[in-house]
């Protein structure tokens, strides 16, 4: 009998590395929270000079892992030809890396799983409805192309979760309605953010450091900064954002961009095109602890995204203290209150610099408390911690049958 369950987690990235994106967050988070109680291995991606295919005794913070490296990923956060999803698919084939538990973060890699015994777990980051209806982003997933592919895949592959967890209250009620007979598998799961790393700042050391990188950008002292941070991706609609920025007739306000992506050159010939070069800012690719010295500055904290599940960054952005601007999608909508943000109704440029506006002119109206309230119960400690309990729970209950069976 084991002493402890092993928990293996599958999703195309490195940890160590620099990589955009909630879904990483997330699973940084169940990384970082394993309890003692548990053997965490990880099956992500390495680069040309690491040995593919075999266990490397690593660290993640203090928490011992195992980390296969299966593909070597020079980037992620750029698309390539052939997807990356494909090559790591491909990769597991007639391969067999089961554990007491599995972590699953996208359905294609499952399609070789099928065989394995395990307690699986499927997490859906974002309303796939309104990613596979929305017409407005061109190239946001091949799927949203072949819908009726997807989902005959998803229906030949989703009996094998024993839980389905979404961060999207209509996603879950979705699925529950489409697989009546898994409902009582398929919850909703708050996505965590981690209050360790993303806290607020007393008002006058926030007004410091703003100062301290207005001088740094050579801006004027009293500069406020409206902040983006993600994957520059048609989901996210980076253009929307600049040509909404253009529109916004507010004085001293810098808009900052942190992340990359496949639309990062489109995203800088559309700041050109609009004459905003000097009032935006494109700071690539910026690591966790980087972004938790940026949103605590930020007077705003925008999203112009097309389809989203929960995004991780609003939740980092409000344990901050700072007020989000968001389209209306995803789980934001129904997180925010009249003193922590705005959702913007109508997806139009000229809609978004109205709520931009709006935050910028009556500050006082968002303050940094209502949003830090809001944050709260999204604690990653807490999150990720209770999913650990549940899991342990299953595990020890199975043992006891086991060892009933065999007395």
């Known amino acids: 009998m084991s002493s402890k369950p092993t928990l293996t987690i599958f999703y195309q990235f490195n940890p160590w590395r620099s990589s955009i994106g909630g879904i990483q967050t997330i699973v940084r988070s169940f990384l970082k929270y394993a309890p003692s109680e548990f053997e965490v291995r990880m099956v992500g991606t390495g680069n040309s000079q690491e040995k593919l295919n075999v266990w490397q005794d690593r660290e993640y913070g203090d928490k011992p892992i195992k980390f296969m490296p299966l593909i070597a990923l020079k980037d992620d956060n750029t698309r390539k030809a052939v997807p990356t999803t494909v090559k790591y698919t491909t990769a597991l084939l007639n391969r067999n890396l089961a554990s007491d538990f599995m972590h699953f973060h996208r359905l294609e890699p499952s399609m070789t799983t099928l065989k394995w015994r395990g307690d699986k777990s499927f997490f859906l980051h974002n309303d796939i409805q309104q990613q596979m209806n929305s017409k407005d982003a061109k190239n946001g997933i091949l799927w949203k192309y072949f819908p009726a592919g997807y989902f005959a895949l998803e229906n030949s592959l989703i009996k094998q979760f024993n839980h389905i967890y979404s961060c999207n209250t209509q996603a879950t009620e979705f699925y529950q309605q489409r697989y009546?007979?898994?409902?009582?598998?398929?919850?909703?799961?708050?996505?965590?953010?981690?209050?360790?790393?993303?806290?607020?700042?007393?008002?006058?050391?926030?007004?410091?450091?703003?100062?301290?990188?207005?001088?740094?950008?050579?801006?004027?002292?009293?500069?406020?900064?409206?902040l983006f941070a993600g994957r520059l991706h048609p989901q996210k609609d980076p253009l929307l954002l600049i040509r909404s920025f253009a529109e916004l007739q507010e004085p001293n306000v810098h808009l900052l961009i942190a992340g990359d992506g496949e639309l990062a050159q489109s995203t800088k010939a559309e700041i050109e095109r609009c004459g905003l070069s000097e009032r935006v800012t494109m700071l690539g690719a910026v690591v966790q602890e980087e972004l938790a010295k940026l949103y605590p500055i930020a007077s705003i904290f925008v999203l112009s995204s097309v389809y989203e599940g929960l995004p991780v960054s609003v939740l980092e952005a409000l344990a901050c203290g700072t007020p989000i601007v968001t389209t209306n999608c995803g789980e934001t909508p129904n997180l925010l209150t009249s003193n922590s943000g705005i959702v913007v109704i109508e997806r139009t440029s000229q809609a978004i610099a109205s709520g931009l506006s709006q935050v910028l002119?009556?500050?006082?109206?968002?303050?940094s408390n209502s949003c830090t309230k809001i944050a709260e119960p999204y604690s990653a400690k807490t999150v990720i911690g209770n999913v650990y309990q549940h899991m342990l729970a299953r595990w020890e209950q199975k043992q006891a049958l086991s060892s009933d069976r065999t007395a």
């Open 361 to 367: 002119q009556n500050p006082q109206a968002y303050p």
């Open 180 to 226: 009546p007979q898994l409902a009582k598998n398929i919850t909703y799961l708050k996505n965590a953010v981690d209050t360790e790393i993303f806290s607020t700042l007393h008002c006058e050391e926030r007004e410091e450091k703003r100062r301290i990188l207005a001088t740094r950008l050579g801006l004027a002292s009293e500069t406020r900064f409206i």
